[in-house]
C-alpha cells in the first residue's frame, strides 16, 4: 500500500515539474581581449549587478583552480564566500596577458533594459585586483557592443549568439 502512494505522489510530483518553466534567457557571445601585461594569467569573474549594486548571479568564471577564487575579493565576500555553488559547469582557464577568449553568457532577458549590470572582475596572481575592470549597465544596446576595460583587460565585446 506504501509502495503505490509512493509511486502516485512521485508521479505527481514529476508532472507538476516537468511544466515548470524557466525564466527566458538568451545566449551572447563574450569576447575578451586581454592587454599586454606580463606574468600569469588572469582570473577573471563575470557577474550580474542588481540596480542596487548587489550580486545577484555568477555568469562565468575564467580560471578554473578553486584555490585561487578568494583572490577576486568582491565577488568572493559578496557572492561566492557565503554561498558556494557548484562552478564546474561556468568556468574555463585563465586568460594570459595579450590572449583573447570567447565564452558564451546567458543572460535572462528580463535583466535587459532594468537597470541590472554586467560586472568583469578581474586578479592576477602577485599583482593588482581590479573591483570593477568593466563594468556596464545591460541594455538592448550595449549586449551588441564593445567596452573598455580598465585593468587587464583591453576590451570586451558582446554580441547576441
Known amino acids: 500500500m506504501k509502495l503505490k502512494h509512493i509511486a502516485i505522489l512521485s508521479l505527481v510530483l514529476f508532472g507538476i515539474l516537468s511544466?515548470?518553466?524557466?525564466p527566458p534567457t538568451s545566449k551572447y557571445k563574450c569576447m575578451i581581449q586581454m592587454t599586454n601585461y606580463t606574468g600569469e594569467g588572469a582570473y577573471v569573474?563575470?557577474?550580474l549587478i542588481d540596480p542596487?549594486?548587489?550580486y545577484k548571479k555568477t555568469l562565468y568564471v575564467?580560471?578554473?583552480d578553486s584555490e585561487w577564487y578568494n583572490t577576486i575579493e568582491e565577488w568572493w565576500k559578496k557572492f561566492q564566500g557565503k554561498k558556494r555553488s557548484n562552478l564546474d559547469a561556468?568556468?574555463?582557464a585563465t586568460i594570459s596577458g595579450g590572449a583573447r577568449t570567447?565564452?558564451?553568457l546567458d543572460i535572462e532577458d528580463s535583466k535587459i533594459n532594468t537597470g541590472y549590470k554586467i560586472r568583469f572582475e578581474t586578479a592576477v596572481e602577485d599583482q593588482e585586483y581590479h573591483v570593477k575592470d568593466v563594468e556596464f549597465e545591460l541594455t538592448s544596446e550595449t549586449v551588441k557592443s564593445k567596452k573598455e576595460g580598465s585593468g587587464f583587460i583591453r576590451y570586451v565585446r558582446l554580441m547576441p549568439n
Open 62 to 64: 575564467q580560471g578554473d
Open 52 to 54: 542596487k549594486g548587489n
Open 45 to 47: 569573474v563575470i557577474s
Open 102 to 104: 570567447i565564452t558564451i
Open 90 to 92: 561556468i568556468t574555463g
Open 19 to 22: 511544466f515548470t518553466t524557466m
